[in-house]
């Protein structure tokens, strides 16, 4: 009798065949920016390049997710600094008690060099924790501020100011002892 057209589903293989296009576009496009990225990011050629694969894959089994081709960058950018992040997660490090290491130079450090490292010690650990992490990742890892916001999961500016409080912290810490002792020897 009556019968409608009936259109058929999108087949499977031509489901996969789009999204290998939209793939391989997202990679032609994007794959030197995302390196670039994540060389910065790591100062390292063959972990950004790690990281950068790590963070294709990622978005190729997530494609479907990516509703905006003009937002794909960012897409991408955010993640990588997960599987940036992720690296730091499964790597453990062997950690030790700042007070329980001593700083020595080939030469015997003199008495006085000794206390003003105790002093020094003392000091960043009188510091708050939200003052004393950042600055420990700075000072101890060489992080930088981006790399420490990434860390703490806070914004970089949040960390520069937290940085900057902690070390005026410190100097007038140590500016406050020496006036004690320029007392206490004059």
């Known amino acids: 009798m009556f019968s409608r057209k009936q259109s058929k589903p999108p087949s499977v293989s031509s489901d996969m065949a789009n999204k290998q296009k939209r793939y391989e576009a997202l990679v032609l496009g994007l794959h030197t920016d995302i390196f670039r990225y994540a060389y910065w990011l790591v100062k390292d050629k063959a972990i950004a390049e790690d990281i950068v694969q790590e963070t ?39 950690l030790v008690d700042i007070d329980d290491v001593s700083v020595a130079d080939d030469e015997q450090l003199s008495n006085e060099v000794e206390i003003e490292h105790r002093e020094l010690r003392a000091i960043m650990a009188s510091l708050s924790e939200e003052y004393r992490e ?21 914004n970089k500016n949040t960390v520069m100011t937290r940085l900057f409080r902690a070390r005026n912290q410190v100097k007038e810490a140590l500016d406050k002892a020496n006036d004690v002792r320029g007392r206490k020897n004059g």
């Open 56 to 94: 294709f894959l990622r978005a190729w089994k997530s494609l479907d997710s990516l509703n905006d081709e003009k937002a794909a960058k960012s897409w991408l950018i955010t993640i990588l600094r997960r599987e940036n992040a992720r690296r730091f997660e499964r790597k453990q490090f062997d």
């Open 134 to 154: 950042p600055l420990m990742l700075q000072i101890v890892f060489g992080y930088t501020g981006d790399e420490i916001a990434d860390q703490l999961n806070l």
